[in-house]
């Protein structure tokens, strides 16, 4: 069973960076996508950004310039570096492996970013 787990969320002050972490244990086969998303305190779903085996990355309009998307895809891991924040960051992250046709998401990990 594959499980995945976030890291490195906390409390920051607008401007300032944090850096994400996911990831996978079990027996992963290669993801065919690795994505972040967002709760947000009105309890909004949004997607924040996505990378693929190939490298390619695409993000939220919210987000691009501002965050970047990367992977290890021999630790299976995959990374979220946020610069720049501002308060509207704030919400839960939680990641997404695509394996084998289906959506594993991890347990989130909480972003506060102060003003």
């Known amino acids: 069973q594959v499980q995945l787990a976030e890291s490195g969320g906390g409390l920051v002050q607008a401007g300032g960076s944090l850096r994400l972490s996911c990831a996978a244990s079990?027996?992963?086969?290669?993801?065919?996508?690795m994505a972040w998303y967002r709760r947000t305190p009105e309890n909004e779903r949004e997607w924040v950004a996505k990378i693929y085996p190939n490298g390619y990355t695409d993000y939220g309009v919210s987000v691009k310039d501002r965050f970047t998307i990367s992977q290890d895809r021999a630790r299976k891991t995959t990374y979220l570096q946020m610069n720049s924040l501002k308060t509207e960051d704030t919400g839960i992250y939680f990641c997404k492996f695509v394996v084998g046709g289906r959506d594993i998401w991890g347990q989130g990990t909480p972003v506060t970013v102060s003003s």
């Open positions: 079990g027996r992963v086969v290669s993801p065919s996508g």
